[in-house]
Nanobody, 124 residues
Framework: QVQLVESGGGLVQAGGSLRLSCAASGRTFRNSAMAWFRQAPGKEREFVAASPWSGGGGSYADSVKGRFIISRPNAKNTVDLQMNSLKPEDTAVYYC?????????????????WGRGTQVTVSS
């Protein structure tokens, strides 16, 4: 079984920055793709960003492109999300997700492993 644990959420003013981290443990696997999703109150969980195992060629939702950066630090079973120029509409619970294989997807159904989430609140 794979366990994913997110950290780094919190409260920040609009225009500020936060960095989220996610670490995978347990039955880890090579060539895993990892992603971030978010869910705001009353809304469906939506794709934010994803990275293949190599760390290059990330994919981003249009709403965060140019502001968020996804990265895979040296330990490949981790994934970070640097969030800059935060807006109140970025407020949500952010979830880390993982799947075996190098292909990245933007749909929740493609990711069998999920963390419990970390709250990000952006005040105006």
């Amino acid at each position: 079984q794979v366990q994913l644990v997110e950290s780094g959420g919190g409260l920040v003013q609009a225009g500020g920055s936060l960095r989220l981290s996610c670490a995978a443990s347990g039955r880890t696997f090579r060539n895993s793709a990892m992603a971030w999703f978010r869910q705001a109150p009353g809304k469906e969980r939506e794709f934010v960003a994803a990275s293949p195992w190599s760390g290059g060629g990330g994919s981003y939702a249009d709403s965060v492109k140019g502001r968020f950066i996804i990265s895979r630090p040296n330990a490949k079973n981790t994934v970070d999300l640097q969030m800059n120029s935060l807006k109140p509409e970025d407020t949500a619970v952010y979830y880390c997700a993982a799947r075996a294989g190098q292909v990245i997807y933007t749909y929740t159904a493609q990711y069998p492993y999920w963390g419990r989430g970390t709250q990000v609140t952006v005040s105006s």
